[in-house]
């Protein structure tokens, strides 16, 4: 992809996915801004970049005066926002009944308040340019429950909503937004994830990892940088009559029950904890 003389704001960019798409933007001519809540990990990632084509901005995509700030940061590192991309998500996997209402206030507060709040700020001044292409990544889980994941699958599921009302709000102004909905991805946040569900069924973390892999239709979890060249792909101009789009990035997960199926093949091969 061309992504030459494209300014870019990227939440959550300091691991995983994040760090990925950020690779993958200055790999193909952007300019970004990183953000994340980590310092540390953000001047890592700048510094394995070694490019001047990066700048970097802590703060918490959940507060809005952080958000303002973090947009300003970028427009004065770049003069405008071409692409923005809503990364930063946690996931806190806890069944209803249990789950805190302060957990599930701060799942939402970052998976679905923190992109509107970084829409808010970034549209208007995409507005001014006459284009601009927005890019929330969102999750499989947005389109279909996964077993003890309330909150993470409904704040994904209104970010698919968000991003439908966005694409038809501005595509008259030239404006895209388009979800990604990745399905398992090789990241410590997937891992970290699965491997506590699997605690809570009574399997072993470890074998329930490898059997949700096994029973993906391709066989393996995607890589980060497949996830990079899909964003480049959506914040290019190669894209530039697509808005609206939900995609899945899931190696045909969308197709089968995955979990239910490992969580099966996993009892039956002995995967039950000690």
Known sequence: MNLKGK??????GGSGIG???????????????????RREALEKVAESLKSGSVMICQGDVSREEDVKRMVETTMKFGGKVDVLVNNAGINRPTPIVELDPKV?????????????????AVIPHMLKEGRGSIINIASLGGLRCLPGMPAYCSSKAGLIM????AALDYACHNIRCNAVCPGGVKTEMTRKNFGQFGEMLGI???TFINQIALEIPMHRFAASSEIGGLCSYLASDD??????????LDGGTAVVDV????????????????
Do not use: H
């Not at 300014?7 to 959550?12: D, S």
């Not at 933007?25 to 809540?37: E, H, L, S, Y």
């Not at 968000?162 to 009302?165: A, S």
């Open 204 to 206: 072993d973390p470890d």
């Open 259 to 274: 979990v239910g199926a490992a969580i099966t093949a996993s009892l039956r091969r002995g995967g039950i904890a000690d």
């Open 239 to 248: 894209s530039s009559f697509m808005t609206g789009a939900v995609i899945t």
């Open 104 to 120: 599930w206030q701060e799942v939402m507060a970052i998976n679905l308040t923190g992109p509107y709040l970084f829409m808010k």
């Open 7 to 12: 300014i870019a704001l990227i939440t959550g």
């Open 19 to 37: 760090t990925a798409i950020a690779e993958r933007f200055v790999a193909d001519g952007a300019k970004i801004c990183i953000t994340g809540r």
């Open 162 to 165: 968000l991003t439908q009302q």
